[in-house]
Antibody
Framework: QVQLVQSGAEVKKPGGSVKVSCKTS????????ITWVRQAPGQGLEWMGW????????NYAQKLQGRVTMTTDTSTSTAHMELRSLRSDDTAVYYC?????????????WGQGTLVTVSS | EIVLTQSPATLSLSPGERATLSCRAS??????LAWYQQKPGQAPRLLIY???DRATGIPARFSGSGSGTDFTLTISSLEPEDFAVYYC??????????FGQGTKLEIK
């Protein structure tokens, strides 16, 4: 069965960086993209960006340009999201989601989420 | 950027009742609209995509309709496990993909 398993919770200081991983299984990794979505405490869902697992092409939300980098490791079927220059308003649960090539932008399977807390 | 506005913010109903949730887009998204369900402490779950197509394993009591700028998610007869927050999301025009602010469906 399709699974996306994310790395554990992180606590970071303002100005630091965090890297969240998303290990996938149960499907052909390079045949799909991965989208990252975050959710601040008590708030709604915010799309952060997308990466093609096939060729590494990316597309990031404008507000995060320059601070976020998404990568994939096809040898381990794992996606990574790094966010730099962390601020308190980056405190959120970060989700990875599978993004089918056939229906781009339909997030059909999700990771369990990774809580990132930014605090001094 | 396309803005999605969901209504109502909160919907209070009893099990067995029919639920109707709305999502309005700031410009046409054709039929490229999805609905997700999120329970506390859980990741969102895809229910409906492309306005009316049920995702794998989603019960038939969930249905979606609409096109252009106005969309509806209907739950025909509420089960106890259906009480959650529901989000709409468009994939017509990106980046960015955008989500509505959510409708909380609570037990009356």
């Amino acid at each position: 069965q399709v699974q996306l398993v994310q790395s554990g919770a992180e606590v970071k200081k303002p100005g630091g960086s965090v890297k969240v991983s998303c290990k996938t299984s149960g499907y052909t990794f390079i045949s799909y993209g991965i989208t990252w979505v975050r959710q601040a405490p008590g708030q709604g869902l915010e799309w952060m960006g997308w990466i093609s697992a096939y060729n590494g092409n990316t597309n990031y939300a404008q507000k995060l340009q320059g601070r976020v980098t998404m990568t994939t490791d096809t040898s381990t079927s794992t996606a990574h999201m790094e966010l730099r220059s962390l601020r308190s308003d980056d405190t959120a649960v970060y989700y990875c989601a599978r993004d089918p090539i056939a229906t781009p932008g339909v997030f059909d399977y999700w990771g369990q989420g990774t809580l990132v807390t930014v605090s001094s | 950027e396309i803005v999605l506005t969901q209504s109502p913010a909160t919907l209070s109903l009893s099990p067995g009742e029919r639920a109707t949730l709305s999502c309005r887009a700031s410009q046409s998204v054709s039929s490229f609209l999805a609905w997700y369900q999120q329970k506390p402490g859980q990741a969102p779950r895809l229910l409906i995509y492309d306005a009316s197509d049920r995702a794998t394993g989603i019960p038939a009591r969930f249905s979606g309709s609409g096109s252009g700028t106005d969309f509806t998610l209907t739950i025909s007869s509420l089960e106890p496990e259906d009480f959650a927050v529901y989000y709409c999301q468009q994939r017509s025009n990106w980046p960015p993909y955008t989500f509505g602010q959510g409708t909380k469906l609570e037990i009356k």
